[in-house]
């Protein structure tokens, strides 16, 4: 059989329809499918009796749920403690097995004592400080001297400063052994960030100020980002051209001229190990390479004979305006969320506070 054969009359209609023209007065239908219409069979009620009652709530108890939510918080306790004790015994991680905390000054620099033991890097090298940061050894004695438990050492947020000076030293053990790749992994990490700095990425145009006569967003960005820019191609990087990023009407961003990318990765390459380690963490904080270079020749005790500006000196507030202007404008506008802008205002300050200590140094 040909399959023009197969087609049904409802087919053939449906056909019609949609080659031939609808004539005048033909009722406006359109043939979905051909297959025969199957209806619905209903089936029989076969339930007897009266319809079952409606649910009642259960009666509150509340003696059972705080017995529950304390079983849970139990449960919960005993599960992290296991995943922090490990393989390790937990009498051995929670009792503190030091006294005294002391600084030790020796040939090689300064190193922190816990009793006579001094402290160690995570690659069991010595910590050890130079002789001109005294005041970041006594820092770093302080956290160990507010530990109740050797389970809390093993805890970045519990020892930040001594987190930080052990990737100064590391960085400096690696310079000394003649391997760069550290200090190459992180001069090509924070150079990523230039292309999208906190610093020149300016609002558009068009953003209207929050009250009649007062700066837009972009005219407060630009205020404070021309003194830091200035100051850099000035005394930092003299000759160097900076630019905003962003322009007027644009989301995409625009990367700095090819001589002024070679010219701050030769100066990165250059710092001494706590200053690269200072830098990384200031970058990884505001967002802005060029805010945390400003606040490094600030307070590095490598920079200490670089002029600096009589009318005001670049701070942890300082820095911490300049890399969070957005968000500033935002929560003025809208108000902050409790618990989170107030937490990350706080944490930024302290993260830009560890890259002073970490850099500075008294003269020798």
């Known amino acids: 059989m040909k399959p023009s054969s197969m087609l049904t009359a409802s087919s053939l209609r449906c056909l019609t329809y949609r080659i031939a023209p609808r004539p005048r007065g033909f009722p406006r239908t359109q043939c979905i499918h051909t297959s025969s219409s199957k209806p619905a069979t209903p089936l029989p009620i076969t339930a007897h009796g009266p319809p079952p009652k409606a649910p009642s709530p259960t009666p509150y108890n509340g003696t059972e749920r705080l017995a529950r939510r304390q079983q849970q918080a139990a449960i919960l306790e005993q599960s992290q403690?296991?995943?922090?004790?490990?393989?390790?015994?937990?009498?051995?991680?929670?009792?503190?097995?030091?006294?005294?905390?002391?600084?030790?000054?020796?040939?090689?620099?300064?190193?922190?004592?816990?009793?006579?033991?001094?402290?160690?890097t995570p690659s069991k090298s010595i910590l050890t400080l130079p002789h001109s940061k005294s005041q970041l050894a006594s820092a770093i004695a302080l956290e160990w001297d507010l530990l109740i438990s050797a389970q809390q050492a093993l805890k970045h947020h519990f020892i930040p400063l001594t987190s930080l000076t052990a990737r100064a030293n590391d960085i400096r053990h690696d310079d000394t052994q003649g391997d760069s790749k550290i200090r190459q992994d992180i001069v090509t990490m924070v150079m990523k960030y230039l292309d999208t700095d906190t610093l020149l990425c300016w609002a558009p145009e068009s953003t209207h100020a929050q009250e009649p006569g007062a700066e837009s967003l972009r005219d407060i960005q630009a205020r404070v980002a021309k003194p830091i820019i200035a100051f850099l191609t000035s005394r930092v990087w003299p000759g160097v051209e900076i630019k905003p990023i962003l322009d007027s009407e644009s989301i995409l961003p625009t990367p700095q001229p090819q001589a002024t990318q070679d010219v701050i990765r030769g100066w990165i390459t250059g710092l001494s190990a706590f200053d690269l380690a200072g830098l990384e963490r200031g970058v990884l904080a505001s967002k802005s390479l060029l805010v945390?270079?400003?606040?490094?020749?600030?307070?590095?005790?490598?920079?200490?004979?670089?002029?600096?500006?009589?009318?005001?000196?670049?701070g942890i507030e300082e820095a911490a305006e300049a890399s969070s202007l957005e968000v500033t404008w935002q929560t003025n506008m809208w108000g902050e969320v409790e618990d989170t802008h107030d937490v990350d205002k706080e944490d930024l300050r302290r993260q830009l506070g560890s890259v002073v200590l970490l850099v500075s140094g008294e003269e020798k």
């Open 292 to 314: 945390a270079v400003r606040l490094l020749v600030e307070w590095s005790e490598g920079f200490r004979q670089l002029p600096k500006t009589q009318d005001q000196r670049f």
């Open 81 to 120: 403690n296991l995943r922090a004790t490990q393989s390790k015994p937990s009498s051995a991680l929670r009792k503190r097995f030091w006294k005294h905390v002391s600084v030790r000054e020796t040939e090689e620099g300064l190193q922190v004592l816990l009793d006579t033991r001094p402290v160690r």
